[in-house]
T-cell receptor
Framework: EPEVTQTPSHQVTQMGQEVILRCVPISNHLYFYWYRQILGQKVEFLVSFYNNEISEKSEIFDDQFSVERPDGSNFTLKIRSTKLEDSAMYFCASAQDRDYGYTFGSGTRLTVV | AQTVTQSQPEMSVQEAETVTLSCTYDTSESDYYLFWYKQPPSRQMILVIR??????QNATENRFSVNFQKAAKSFSLKISDSQLGDAAMYFCAYRIRTSYDKVIFGPGTSLSVIP
């Protein structure tokens, strides 16, 4: 069964450093998302991406965050200057038809120290 | 405000028994989709079942079924013949069909299955 692949599975970074989280969505999917889950808390929407542009973003997704689909297969989330509160599990998801639910990746655990 | 409430932070069920996880949500919209996602210890979230708000018939997917009460804004998940592999965090979620792209998740219910 097709999968959404995320790398790395765990990343530790120093506060203030830039990180790039990578995702390979399912190849025929059209909608791409990033969500995050702070330990023990609910899953929060960050951003959605369709037709090579952001279609919606949350208040969490400020100027420190950006997304890119550089080559038609990868979908990346960049955090320019990480803060301690950015520590969370970051999930990438994709959908062929967003009304039918997403396929999630296994997540990247980001730890900012 | 768009919110999802799952009033049971933790639940347990004996293997082979039936358990119901509750969910209520708040929206003024009439056209939306409801979902239950399962998150096992491996952390990957898996779609369990989906319901279209304009359909009165409750969705069923093998041992998983829902009780959708639109007027009450309630969307509970019933797991029949519970198996050890059902142990996971379960998230209720919804997406408004028009205008919004994001899915709103509830806080989750942690389900334990007792052998």
């Amino acid at each position: 069964e097709p999968e959404v692949t995320q790398t790395p599975s765990h990343q530790v970074t120093q506060m203030g450093q830039e990180v790039i989280l990578r995702c390979v969505p399912i190849s025929n999917h059209l909608y791409f998302y990033w969500y995050r889950q702070i330990l023990g808390q609910k899953v929060e929407f960050l951003v959605s991406f369709y037709n090579n542009e952001i279609s919606e973003k949350s208040e969490i997704f400020d100027d420190q965050f950006s997304v890119e689909r550089p080559d038609g297969s990868n979908f990346t989330l960049k955090i320019r200057s990480t803060k301690l509160e950015d520590s969370a599990m970051y999930f990438c998801a994709s959908a062929q038809d967003r009304d039918y639910g997403y396929t999630f990746g296994s997540g990247t655990r980001l730890t900012v120290v | 405000a768009q919110t999802v409430t799952q009033s049971q932070p933790e639940m347990s069920v004996q293997e082979a028994e039936t358990v119901t996880l509750s969910c209520t949500y708040d929206t003024s919209e009439s056209d939306y989709y409801l979902f239950w996602y399962k998150q096992p210890p491996s952390r990957q979230m898996i779609l369990v079942i989906r319901q279209e708000a304009y359909k009165q018939q409750n969705a069923t997917e093998n041992r998983f079924s829902v009780n959708f009460q639109k007027a009450a804004k309630s969307f509970s998940l019933k797991i029949s013949d519970s198996q050890l592999g059902d142990a996971a965090m379960y998230f209720c979620a919804y997406r408004i069909r028009t205008s919004y792209d994001k899915v709103i998740f509830g806080p989750g219910t942690s389900l334990s299955v007792i052998p």
